[in-house]
């Protein structure tokens, strides 16, 4: 390739940029091995408790939470951090822990910005 006399890139620069560019894959899998694992979040935890978490979003009393819809599930809130296909995943709530894709807690709320809360 033959740079023009108004460019500015150098062939240090762009030498350099070819490298990080053959680095990056390596350097995202060593980021997600170093990734810390999360902790399964426990019902009983004082912190769950209080918001009602539960690993299976159909146990939830509608008549006691009439708030709660059965549709309701941890992987469809917009603070679950997992995968569509992922069993547990992240929560923003409760960080460092991870949640069961079917529980269900009282800040769920509906990454459908169209489905009623
Ligand atoms: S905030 Fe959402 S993802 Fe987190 S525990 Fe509650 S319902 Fe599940």
């Given at each position: ?25 390596a ?47 941890c ?43």
């Amino acid at each position: 390739m033959r740079l023009g006399p108004t460019c500015r890139l150098s062939r240090r620069s762009l030498i350099q940029g070819g490298l990080a560019a053959a680095l990056l894959p390596a350097l995202r899998s060593s980021d997600a091995a170093a990734a810390p694992a999360l902790t399964p979040l426990d019902p009983k935890e004082p912190a769950a408790a209080s918001l009602g978490y539960t690993t299976d979003s159909a146990t939830v009393d509608g008549k006691a939470i009439p708030n709660h819809a059965p549709d309701q599930k941890c992987a469809n809130c917009v603070q679950f951090r997992g995968a569509a296909s992922d069993a547990m995943g992240g929560c923003a709530i409760f960080p460092g822990r991870s949640v069961a894709a079917n529980g269900w807690c009282k800040l769920w709320a509906s990454t459908d910005s169209s489905m009623p809360e």
